[in-house]
């Protein structure tokens, strides 16, 4: 059977949260994604949706991504409100400050899906290849630095600025991230374990659009 097009808006509810899997929540991203690629996003009365989430929450995903001002979650999966817990922060690290973030929109809020995307070209990936130096920047971008590493144990960089090796460092950060989060919280690694959530990494191409997703 040829699956119907999505062309309205759909709020998610207490009942429709609870019915979808982590496979499903992963679809709904995709598709979003493919729309904001290919210029068919929907149709949303904004007010409307506000007015329809007074009520309550129930977000389907938790999105960990870099603060880059050209990289907004609910633009390029044509979300709608409600839809994900946000989280944005330079690099897309991971801190206790997030993780208890997670832990919050999972456990406490039945969200199915982490993601942590990435993005190409992004300037703190470049910050922590250069050892960049500013005041509480600085330790921000230390916890880049395992990806640095381990990216040059397999790749050596040609010139100061090696776009390739940038974009390497960039997918290891995210696989970084996605462990850390495995390995930090025993409560997402439960949900995990337990097959209630899922967790997937993603990068976001700045030319085109498209968000390449790396699956467990």
Do not use: W
Not at 98 to 103: H, P
Not at 134 to 148: Q, S
């Amino acid at each position: 059977m040829k699956r119907k097009q999505l062309t309205k808006p759909i709020i998610q509810t207490r009942k429709s949260q609870a019915a979808m899997t982590p496979k499903q929540a992963l679809e709904l991203l995709k598709a979003g994604n493919k729309r904001f690629v290919e210029g068919k996003m929907l149709n949303r009365d904004l007010r409307e949706q506000r007015s329809a989430t007074t009520g309550g929450q129930y977000p389907y995903t938790v999105i960990l991504s870099c603060q880059d001002s050209r990289t907004s979650s609910e633009v390029l999966f044509d979300l709608n409100k409600g839809d994900a817990f946000s989280i944005r922060i330079a690099g897309n690290i991971v801190n206790e400050d997030v993780l208890g973030g997670m832990e919050f929109s999972t456990e406490l809020m039945g969200a199915k899906l982490i993601a942590v995307i990435g993005h190409t070209r992004c300037g703190a990936i470049r910050g922590a290849i250069d050892n960049a130096q500013l005041g509480n920047l600085t330790a921000l971008l230390r916890k880049i630095r395992p990806a640095v590493e381990s990216t040059l144990e397999v790749i050596k960089p040609e010139g100061p600025v090696d776009s390739k090796f940038i974009e390497a460092v960039a997918k290891a950060n995210v696989l970084l991230a996605m462990r850390q989060i495995r390995e930090r919280s025993r409560i997402i690694k439960s949900l995990i374990k337990s097959e209630k959530i899922g967790l997937v990494g993603g990068m976001y191409n700045l030319a085109t659009g498209k968000v390449t997703f790396y699956e467990d």
